[in-house]
């Protein structure tokens, strides 16, 4: 038998190989001859489509055209105007420059090309055959407006394996659709129409305008995400990220609405959706995706596009410093996000937050105009009076270093908590609540009421407004200036309380308390050597435990928040908290999911009666804390039903 020789192969086999990776449906062939379009300046791309695809696919453009003589030559491989040089390839922001896409297209369709530039008379056409050298490909006159068109019939018509693994015309329409969403997403300054069979699907006029920009938005994502967003422009590290975050409470169950662009191209880059996820993870419902839509601008050099084919991925240069900008600076943006109109049913749309704006220089609270910043209470926090109306000794070190202990510990039944609030303000009508049964004791004439804080001054009204009742001792019920403010307290509390804690853990002041007798527990020795691996970070989060035994630990210490927590349940949601953490976020994540534990424990409970002075508090708290619309868990801690909606409620004004 011949041993097989080594010999080149035809250039048309070498084309319909490349197309493999360049062609992979009518959506890819959109794509690319879209791309081309968006390089030659177009204003507006009409995209005309039959068999989803399959039949034929055109393309026109208003660019600058192809002149006659580079008609031809545009069908070459490698054959390009974007780079000319190694330097130029790796500055380069054009989004094509392989010279791969029209050959590839080419070699497995029937391709026709018609261009005229502003300078000539008419336009000119070249038809790609089954050769290169075909007679077809002579340019002819044709009449044409200035621009490009390129018409795609057949595809895949000389490759039946490729053909027959397309799925049916509806679903290549719908990737087809989602290639022409993309596109008119990175580039809001040019005018797509999108047509099926001769049916309009889609149809975007340019905008510069920032209520247009957001027209669009709806458009192409839905009108949920556009009013569920929050616009943002941030700045660091040499980069600029803009575009809109979805808030955390319309996070969605899989990941289908998140588009991250570098320099006006959509790509898939793990670093950057791992670091847009850390930035979400304590305000995020588990199992859930943020959706957003980001743009960022980076100097080409640093980034690398001529990764994949398709140019799909690329690959970032400094990546740890892109992963850390996006983390902290979207993080930080979402801390700063206000209520969170998280509820809407038939009959009542909670208010939604939308269209709102985040800088550097502040933020616009989504749903409202920027306002000046909520009146702050002299009075201490509900997470403070609540540790000290307990009577409670703790040690707040001044240091990391300098710490006391006071060799006692109380402990409270809940019935008790009426007597541990007797210095607040109860409201004339408090009697009704049903907590002055327990010692409640009367207000102080020099405190001042709710009433009198209300005509205070001319400050801005608290964001919250003020509280008028509670329901079934889970929910507070306040009266802002935008409406009707529902409050989930267990779930608020646990947001303050969390955020409390990893400020004073930052800081290595997180206050102590220690037990009257250290506590022995029986673990498995997996779990000893888990808790013995952390202990120096345990203790920093104020839970001083050390290995006792080969199968046992012992508790000397708690966080003073945690006073009443049972040290067994406490020690099992410590141990969890530290099995669950990602080793690749290391220490700072289990250290993060043991604070929320603790924040959890120490929160108020439902079914316990606030007067309205302590529901006050806590609003005030909520108001000064971030990420304050949800809890540690993603879940949202209040809801705002503007007049709006509740005149919708009882169907006034119909």
Known sequence: MTEPSIRPLPEQLINQIAAGEVVERPASVVKELTENALDAAAQRILIDVERGGKQRIRVQDDGHGIAVEQLA????????????????????????????????????????????????????????????????????????????????????????GRRKFLRTDRTELQHIQEAVRRLALSRFDVGFTLNHQGRCLLNLAPTQDESDRQQRLADLLGSEFATHSANVELEGAGMRLSGWLGLPTAARRQGDLQYFFVNGRLVRDRTAAHGIRQAYKDVLY???????????????????????????????????????FLAQRIGEALAMLGPAGANSSPSATAQPAGRGQLNQGGVSEPGRAQSSPPRQSAQPSTADSMRESRGVEQRVPEGAQQRWREPHQ????????????????????????????????????????????????????????????????????AESEQGLVIVDM?????????????????????????????????????????????????????????????????????????????????????????????????????????????????????????????????????????????????????????????????????
């Open 410 to 477: 109380q402990r409270l039944d809940l019935a008790e908590v009426g007597q541990l609030y007797g210095h607040f303000v109860p409201a004339e009508d408090d009697s009704q609540v049903g907590h002055a049964d327990v010692g409640m004791a009367a207000p102080e004439e020099s405190t001042p009421g709710i009433a009198e804080q209300d005509q205070s001054g001319p400050e801005a009204a608290p964001q919250l407004g003020y509280a008028i009742g509670q329901i079934r001792g889970a929910y507070i019920l």
């Open 73 to 160: 030559l545009a069908l070459r491989r490698h054959a390009t105007s974007k780079i000319y040089n190694l330097d130029e390839l790796e500055s380069v922001s054009s989004l094509g420059f392989r010279g791969e896409a029209l050959p590839s297209i080419a070699a497995v369709s029937r391709l026709t090309i018609a261009s005229r530039q502003a300078d000539s008379e008419h336009g000119h056409q070249v038809r790609a055959g089954d050769a290169p050298d075909d007679d077809q490909m002579q340019p002819k006159p044709v009449a044409h407006p200035v621009g490009t068109t390129v018409t795609v019939d057949d595809l895949f018509f000389n490759t039946p």
């Open 286 to 324: 588990r199992d859930h995706y943020p959706a957003y839509v980001l743009y960022l601008e980076i100097d080409p050099t640093q980034v690398d596009v001529n990764v994949h084919p398709m140019k799909h991925e690329v690959r970032f240069r400094d990546g740890r410093t892109v992963h850390g």
């Open 490 to 654: 267990h779930a608020a509390h646990e947001r303050v309380v969390y955020e409390q804690l990893k400020a004073q853990f930052a800081n290595a002041q997180v206050a102590t308390q220690d037990l009257l007798m250290p506590v022995t527990l029986a673990v498995t020795p997996q779990q000893a050597e888990l808790v013995e691996l952390y202990a120096e970070s345990l203790a920093d989060a104020g839970l001083e435990i050390e290995r006792s035994g080969p199968d046992s630990v012992r508790i000397r210490s708690l966080p003073a928040l945690l006073a009443n927590a049972d040290p067994q349940e406490l020690l099992a949601d410590v141990i969890g908290s530290l099995q669950e953490a990602d080793p690749a976020a290391g220490i700072q994540q289990a250290i993060h999911n043991l604070l929320a534990g603790v924040a959890c424990h120490g929160s108020v409970r439902a079914g316990r009666q606030l007067s309205r002075a302590e529901m006050d508090r806590l609003l005030r708290d909520i108001e000064r804390t971030p990420r304050a619309a949800q809890c540690n868990h993603g879940r949202p801690t209040y809801t705002l039903l503007d007049d709006e909606g509740l005149a919708r409620l009882f169907k006034r004004g119909r």
